[in-house]
């Protein structure tokens, strides 16, 4: 056999056997940690700096009844005490559920767990449900919980109603809303608009 064929062949067979490996890692590493979500990271550009800053960060799962997460940021940075933590800024998160509906939480920063894909947002949170406009301070998403809590300074307005609350929990398979005050002593704050002409 000629040469140059030979170590085609080689080279072949190298690179075949380190992308089989790597593809075994990688589906190893995805089913021991989480055996019912896939994560792909769609976009990141690192700094070339000892800060671990990424620029233009987006990271996108699904789950096993095909809700999709995803959440973006202009920049985010691994923490200093555990590799699987990235502090963000500029948040923008997307839960679509399987039949389309959609919820989107815009914060100034999170953080987002790489391995549990929860989420804490904070400060200027905004969160869009069909026509319903919740402002908070706070905002933890639990992924594999299945539900979102809010918390601090609950501010929720749709056409017809305004509430002001401590907290609340929407638990995302059953849709189903819980709302309560963190002091038993005070009670939940609601304006009611007739027709929403008011």
Do not use: W
């Amino acid at each position: 056999m000629n040469k140059k064929i030979i170590i085609q062949l080689i080279l072949f067979f190298i690179i075949l056997l380190l992308v089989i490996l790597l593809a075994f890692k990688y589906s190893t590493k995805v089913s021991i940690k989480t055996p019912d979500i896939e994560k792909i990271i769609i976009s990141s550009d690192l700094k070339e700096s000892s800060s671990n800053v990424i620029n233009n960060i987006e990271y996108s799962s699904n789950d096993e009844q095909g809700n999709q997460y995803s959440i973006k940021a202009e920049y985010g940075r691994v923490s200093d005490k555990d590799s699987n933590i990235i502090i963000m800024r500029n948040v923008k998160a997307q839960v679509i559920f399987n039949i389309h509906e959609k919820i989107t939480i815009n914060a100034s920063s999170a953080t987002y767990n790489a391995v549990s894909y929860d989420t804490n947002f904070k400060d200027n949170i905004i969160i869009k449900y069909d026509k319903n406009k919740i402002t908070c301070d706070n905002v933890d998403l639990l992924f594999l919980d299945q539900k979102i809590k809010l918390y601090n300074n609950i501010n929720y307005n749709n056409l017809n109603t305004n509430l002001i609350a401590d907290g609340m929990e929407i638990d995302l398979l059953t849709k189903n809303s819980k709302i309560y005050m963190l002091n038993k002593d005070k009670k939940i704050n609601v304006i009611y608009r007739g027709n929403g002409d008011n």
